[in-house]
């Protein structure tokens, strides 16, 4: 028993002497090291502390060994593993040696230079034994992929290859984020798993929508995140199902493409299945434009019938791309539009161009086409070329098939030009080419050519000289050249000491012209100089009171010019009360308001103090001559003695209500040449506008009246009617009805319009549509359900 006892002793006591033979060994570096050996405490500044056990160099300002609890505390210190595969950097390290325990406290930054990892967190423990780094503090993990990992807490296991992360908020280099209570990250597949995920896509900061994508499980890596039964939506958040949502049994979103594919795909509209797709795919919602096709549209009218389109969008490089529409006709017709861009550092071109084939094998087209660039000059401040191209095959084809474009501007009238202009800052020279097509005439008077060229310098800040050239044919045999110089003198305001304002402009007009079969200028040579001078008076009168203020301003114009005018009864001018007070009131280069005449009149504007608003404002003006100028413009009435009155009145009640009149009158004061009368209503959720124009006293006998109503039944549903009535063929022009829903990302309406025209191949029609808009792809229509 004895012996037992002695042997048993002995075995404890050798354990001992062993382990402390085994404990680990600090080997210091530091140019100042203290041992204070009542504390059993080793400290070292600035230095550097080697335990080769665990492979771990310690640096720091100031490193305390408390040998006899195996302790190293560091302060502002870092850790790396010898063979540089992780660096840990923290404000507090505390080293459990014998158990090679690391915690790290404040501010701790830990890279790893073998997964390519960096961790920041303000708490984090690392056993070297169990190979495991742990948080459970909030934590931010990088990759190199510029992804970032925000959780509540997080256990990398670093055997494992394997960080389990917790309440994961993930963000990827383009913003996109997604939301996960429990995920993996597998730094041996570089892949994150998760379940049960929430993304959501980046848009623009002011933007309603919340573009999202949910599912069952994930699997994420640098190319792709593939989601299992999921969802995808680009509304804004809401308590009820959204208005609509693709669900899929596979989303695979493309990260390089940023495109999102589907597997056995629906579409839900309010939670209801409309459409089922076997596969489908589109851009993610941060790209603005990539290859793919477009909502496709089904047009229906009374002269070409059903047809589909089916456009598809070509992102050819960053700064071009081509939309191809072919359109299909259920008669066997089929047209197909393109639509090219590009913009480079300095320049830009855009074409249209169709081809309609029909059944029988004839053939109709356009070609619409846009350029412009900016050149760099020693000589100028900017030099800019421009051109223009519109042809078409036939003259009723644009409205015919309803051809849209953002270069077609006008379906009747068709222009043509190549233009070249230089500027500096008191010079601008330009020369064109222009050719105008009026596609309403005949073949051999359709065409206009005018070759021009313009010159305008700024002398000083009074004085200008600008010149303009024209070699001008039309309606075939018609042929014109005209040249016109004019030197402007513009006086600086003087004010009187009655508070009256006055300035002067003097203008020396030089036009020289030569024709053939025109009836606008003497077919030979002609020169003639035409000094013209006129003198503006004013006299603001400001009233004050609590709430508004009140300005009357008495107008007076005095213009003076040799007796002679050109003939230029037959042209179409108008003079209302917004230019009659202007030197070149009639518009028009080749000619000069010939004699004496004034005009006078005033003007009363009220405005409110609190908003600056205008209230009301009121114009009346009539011109006078001391002679008649028979040469004048007929219907402006300017070559009378007294010419019409004009006026404008414009009232703003509220913001609710506000309209507008703007008048002319014969020189009788109650027969009518022209009005056009505006009226806008606003009450809670009504809204009307009309528009009422009259001259039939005058050549243009054009005469309408228009109406646009709006009744919103909420913030989403609205009724909208609008018609159009040609007053002076006493016939309706169309009616549109319109029943629409609205949201951030849906909107559906019913249509109905009618139109009434006809011409050559246009015929009236009568259309019942049902539209639908799913944003952000874009509209579909049903065909014409009448």
Known sequence: MKNKIIIIILIFFQFIFTSKLLAKEVDFQAKEIEILQDQNLTIAKNGTAIIKDDGVIIKGEIIEYFKDKSL??????????????????????????????????????????????????????????????ISQDYSEIFDKFDNTYKVDSFEYSIKDKLIRLNNLVAQDKDKNSFLVDISYLDLIKKELVAKDISMNFKLIENSENEPRLKGRSLISNEKNTIVQKGTFTFCKKRDKCPPWEMSADEIRHDKEKK???YKNASLKIYDKKVFYFPKFFHPDPTVKRQSGFLIPKFQDNSTTGLSLNLPYFFAIAKNKDITLTPRFYKNDNFLIQSELRGKNKSSNHIADLSQFISSDNSSKSHLFYNFDRDYKSNNFDEVELNLRLEQVSDETYLKANKIESPIIKNQSNLSNNLGL????????????????EDLTKSDSDKYEYVPNFSFSKVINDNYSFNSIGYYKNYNTNITEKVLINNLEFQSNLKYFNNGVVNKKKV?????????????DFKNKNTYSIIPSIQTDYTLPLNKESQKFNNILTPKFSLKLSIPHTKDIRSTDRKISYNNIYEFDRLGIEEASEGGISATYGYEYIKIDKSSFDQ????????????????????????????????????????????????????????????????????????????EYLNENNTNLKNSYLKNETRYSFNDKNSLIFETSENKEKSFTEFYNLIYQYENDCLKAGIEYNKEY???????PSENLLFKITILPFGGINTPNLK
């Open 615 to 690: 209230k009301i404002k009121f114009g009346f003006a009539n011109n006078l001559r001391i002679e008649e100028n028979k040469d004048l413009p007929i219907n402006s009435n300017l070559g009378d003695k007294v010419s019409d009155f004009v006026g404008i009145f414009e009232y703003k009640y509220n913001d609710n209500l506000e309209f507008n009149y703007d008048f002319s009158l014969k020189n009788n004061l109650m027969d009518k040449n022209y009005e056009l009368f505006g009226f806008e209503y606003y009450l809670k959720n009504l809204t009307t506008k009309f």
């Open 259 to 261: 495109t999102i594919y």
């Open 757 to 763: 025209y006809s011409d050559q191949d246009l015929k």
């Open 507 to 519: 203008i020396f007009k030089n036009i020289n012209t030569d024709a053939n079969n025109s009836v």
């Open 421 to 436: 202009s230089v500027y500096n800052k008191d010079l601008t020279i330009s020369t064109n080419l222009d050719v105008y």
């Open 72 to 133: 190293l505390i560091i302060n502002k210190g870092n850790i790396s593993t010898i063979n540089k595969n992780f660096e840990i950097n923290a404000d507090v390290i505390e080293y459990q040696i014998e158990e090679s325990n690391l915690d790290f406290k404040d501010k701790v930054y830990l890279k790893d230079n073998v997964n390519n990892l960096i961790i920041k967190s303000n708490k984090i423990n690392y056993n070297l034994n169990d190979k495991k780094i």
